[in-house]
């Protein structure tokens, strides 16, 4: 099962999309480097056709970019309740917040906490305003902290 930190959470919010972002960059260099090597020779018509098939790649990436993005961005807000949420577990247990575990990057009902080497499940009211923690006991006892095995 695999556990998440509260430095993991923070951190680890949208490494991907830069990812893709400098990509989808470095793409858009080449597109423009050969539309004006292209210029330049006109004969050659295999540059423009590179560049259009650059350009219809672009577009593609800049679709999932866009998906990914407001994917990310729900994710981010969902992880930034989390964090308030780990604060608040860690306050009710007189812990630090580095203390405690979540198996789950976004706040939702049934997550395991894990801290003082016992396992929670987490019931949230109606508006994610309180919650209840149950202890509860889990049948793979294999924890992985922040997904490394």
Do not use: C, W
């Not at 990914?68 to 009710?92: E, G, M």
């Not at 630090?96 to 706040?107: A, F, G, I, Q």
Request: aromatic share 10%.
């Amino acid at each position: 099962m695999n556990f998440y930190t509260l430095e993991y959470i923070i951190k680890h919010q949208s490494t991907d999309l830069i990812i893709r972002s400098a990509f989808i960059i470095l793409l858009l260099a080449v597109v423009i480097l050969t539309s004006i090597k292209f210029l330049k020779d006109r004969i050659k018509t295999r540059l423009r056709d590179i560049s259009i098939g650059i350009m219809v790649f672009i577009f593609i990436l800049l679709g999932i970019q866009v998906e990914q993005y407001t994917q990310n961005h729900r994710d981010f807000s969902q992880s930034h309740v989390l964090v308030k949420f780990i604060d608040s577990v860690a306050t009710d247990a007189h812990i630090s917040p580095n203390e405690v575990m979540v198996n789950s990057t976004t706040l939702k009902d049934g997550i395991i906490i894990r801290y003082n080497e016992e396992d929670y499940t987490l019931d949230l009211n109606d508006d994610n305003n309180s919650y209840t923690l149950e202890r509860t006991h889990v049948i793979d006892h294999n924890v992985y902290i922040n997904g490394e095995r």
